[in-house]
Nanobody
Framework: QVQLVESGGGLVQAGGSLRLSCAASGRIYSSYAMGWFRQAPGKEREFVAAISWSGGSNYYADSVKGRFTVTLDNAKNTAYLQMNSLKPEDTAVYYC????????????????WGQGTQVTVSS
């Protein structure tokens, strides 16, 4: 079992920055991948970014490419999502997720989920 706990959400003005954290505990190994997803009111949960647990490769949705950066601190078993140049349309509940094997943009392929953290970007 893997447990995930997100933190770092909040209210920020457009153009500002936030860093989300996802602390992982339990049986997580270098063969896992971590994903970040978000869900706005009335919309489906969508892929944001993903990274292999080894940290060797990452992957971004087009909507956040160049603004968001996903990283890992293996010593702390924590994944981060640095969000810069935030826009009102980035407002959503952000979730981290973990899966065994290669990272994926499909939410259905992830086995473990955090509880989510709210990010609100004001215009």
């Amino acid at each position: 079992q893997v447990q995930l706990v997100e933190s770092g959400g909040g209210l920020v003005q457009a153009g500002g920055s936030l860093r989300l954290s996802c602390a992982a505990s339990g049986r997580i190994y270098s063969s896992y991948a971590m994903g970040w997803f978000r869900q706005a009111p009335g919309k489906e949960r969508e892929f944001v970014a993903a990274i292999s647990w080894s940290g060797g490769s990452n992957y971004y949705a087009d909507s956040v490419k160049g603004r968001f950066t996903v990283t890992l601190d293996n010593a702390k078993n924590t994944a981060y999502l640095q969000m810069n140049s935030l826009k009102p349309e980035d407002t959503a509940v952000y979730y981290c997720a973990a899966k065994y094997g290669m990272y994926s943009s499909s939410r259905y392929s992830y086995d473990y989920w955090g509880q989510g953290t709210q990010v609100t970007v004001s215009s």
